[in-house]
Structure formats: structure tokens, C-alpha cells
């Protein structure tokens, strides 16, 4: 029973790890892709506006 039990808390253990690793990657990602699509927006506008000014 104390052979089951240490595998299963090692086990756990790495899988709570790795995953809180994936977790924790896939937000900055997700946080990345929001900032460049922001940013790419604001490029969009400023452009926009720029041509507006001067008429083309």
C-alpha cells in the first residue's frame, strides 16, 4: 500500500508540475496574441487617420 501510495504522490506531483507549466504557457500566449492584435489595431487606426490628414 506504501508502494501505491509514494507512486501515485510522484505521479501527482509531475503531473500537477507539467501541467501548471502548460497552464502557464498557453496564457502568455493567449496574453501575446491579445497584445499584438491590440497593437495591430491601433496601427490600423493610426494609419487611417494619417491618410485622412493628408488627403490621399
Do not use: C, D, P, W
Not at 501541467?19 to 493567449?30: D, H, P, R, S
Amino acid at each position: 500500500m506504501l508502494a501505491f501510495s509514494k507512486a501515485f504522490n510522484e505521479t501527482f506531483g509531475l503531473l500537477a508540475t507539467f501541467g501548471g507549466i502548460g497552464v502557464v504557457a498557453n496564457v502568455l500566449i493567449v496574453y501575446i496574441i491579445i497584445q499584438v492584435r491590440g497593437e495591430h489595431q491601433k496601427n490600423e487606426e493610426y494609419r487611417a487617420e494619417r491618410q485622412r490628414r493628408s488627403g490621399s
